[in-house]
């Protein structure tokens, strides 16, 4: 009931802050987000590595996210597969904005020499730095790791939330290299709105998604901005189904702190039947 657009496309994000939820009460429903028909769209519980150790974990599939030194991943990738946790792949910070990527891109592709093919997720600034970083991440593909660029698009300042042709430029930096992406932050609702409290301008999933697909059929910068640039969801609507047979372009996915949330904004713009048991 979910088509292959959107199979796995949003990541279980309930574990990261500021979400009050627990571990066990997480675990219990992101198996039940398993066990339901829309399942095929749920990626992975994301789970910090900072509370690994903390608590016992229980036997599951999760993401690792890296908020802790980079010399750290090692052990606590040994730790979750010691508790008998199958890690699927790794995303960590490589660098603040502002600072160079370089080193902590190379710091992940040597992490990633140990893995013996787990996937990694090098998250890098949109700041500067960011095509050499991203060519450094396309030669160590080019030499078989797993490494993957991922970007966040919102934050707490505006300056955090790039413009459509910003997204749009880095969307075709990674079409040219051949590199799928994921995003992180700001990815509220399926179009582009800005938030009544703060004033800022999120990117929608969905218009992120169609710009893909424009991007990876081989539109320029000014065309996939202007699928991100879309504040309602008519525009949106025949590129997105028109693909939804196919599998989905570049864009690997997002974490939601509620993976039901963008379910029902898919089943309400008639992009995924509803299916509620």
């Known amino acids: 009931m979910v088509p292959p657009l959107y199979a796995g496309l949003v990541d279980d994000a309930s574990l990261l802050p500021p979400s009050p939820i627990g571990l066990a009460d997480a675990v219990t429903k992101h198996r039940e987000h398993g066990a339901a028909w829309y399942r095929d769209l749920v990626g992975s519980l994301l789970v910090p590595a900072s509370t690994v150790g903390i608590e016992q974990m229980p036997r599951l599939t999760a993401g690792l996210i890296g908020d802790v030194p980079a010399a750290a991943l090692p052990a606590t990738v040994e730790k979750l597969r010691a508790s008998g946790v199958v890690v699927e792949h790794v995303e960590a910070a490589v ?38 970083a991203l060519d450094s991440v396309a030669e160590a593909r080019a030499r078989g790791l797993r490494i993957a660029p991922k970007f966040r ?53 969905l218009n992120v998604l169609v710009a893909t697909v424009i991007a990876a059929g081989g539109g320029e910068v000014a065309d996939v901005a202007e699928a991100l640039a879309a504040t309602h969801p008519v525009p949106l609507f025949e590129p997105a189904r028109a693909h939804r047979d196919g599998p989905r372009p570049l864009f690997v996915g997002f974490g939601a702190a509620n993976v039901v949330e963008p379910l029902t904004e898919l089943v309400r713009l008639g992009l995924i039947n509803g299916g509620y048991e």
């Open 95 to 132: 660098a603040r904005r502002g600072e160079d990527p370089q080193p902590g891109v190379a710091t992940l592709c040597a992490f990633a020499e140990t893995q013996n093919g787990l996937p990694l997720y090098a998250e890098i600034p949109l700041s500067w730095g960011l095509l050499a």
């Open 153 to 205: 698009v919102g934050g707490l300042a505006a300056e955090l939330f790039p413009t459509p042709v910003e997204l749009a430029a880095v969307i075709c930096a990674c079409r040219d290299r051949q590199l799928p992406f994921k995003l992180a932050a700001g990815l509220r609702h399926a179009t582009r709105h800005t938030d009544p409290e703060t004033g800022f301008t999120h990117h929608g999933f």
